[in-house]
């Protein structure tokens, strides 16, 4: 009936609850089992009033986080900051690559390089190089 606001509810509700997925889905399921105990209760009740009872979603996620056990708390928050700090990081790695390039690409750009086996002059410097002469052939 109110399937709905529930998904919604709960989709606000995840920004607020560490652990990912998993407990998403747990606190989707309390949520479902409260809304059913609500609307079993109440049948004529809208869901604003099943809001009223339970919360905000953020007051909702710390009472469902107030019945877990604190260990479960504490790994969940643990393992978002190690998530977080290695996103932090391959964000970092990636900037400094980028940079690299970018670097690399401004300190060669316009090398001549002369390929001593063949005699071919390779220029990426984009200039006219017609009034240049020709470089003697090479003697083998």
């Known amino acids: 009936m109110h399937q ?22 747990a ?7 409260c809304a059913d105990q609500f609307f079993q209760e109440q049948p004529d ?16 996620a710390r009472e469902y986080l107030s019945l877990l056990p604190g260990e479960t708390v504490r790994r969940h928050r643990t393992r978002r900051r190690h998530l977080l ?9 990636m ?6 390039l970018v670097i690399y690409y401004y300190a060669v ?8 086996q063949s005699g071919v002059v390779d220029y990426d410097g984009g200039a006219d190089l017609s009034g240049m002469p020709t470089p003697p052939p090479i003697i083998e």
């Not at 606190?27 to 089992?33: L, V």
């Not at 700090?85 to 790695?93: P, S």
């Open 95 to 100: 900037l400094a690559v980028l940079a690299g």
């Open 4 to 25: 709905r606001e529930l998904k919604q509810y709960c989709r606000r509700t995840r920004r607020y609850l560490p652990g990912g997925r998993e407990a998403a889905l």
């Open 45 to 60: 009740a809208a869901f604003e009033d099943f809001v009223a009872q339970i919360g905000t979603p953020e007051e909702a």
């Open 27 to 33: 606190f989707e399921g309390y949520i479902h089992s």
């Open 85 to 93: 700090r290695g996103a932090v990081a391959a964000g970092c790695a």
């Open 109 to 116: 750009r316009g090398v001549v390089v002369i390929h001593e």
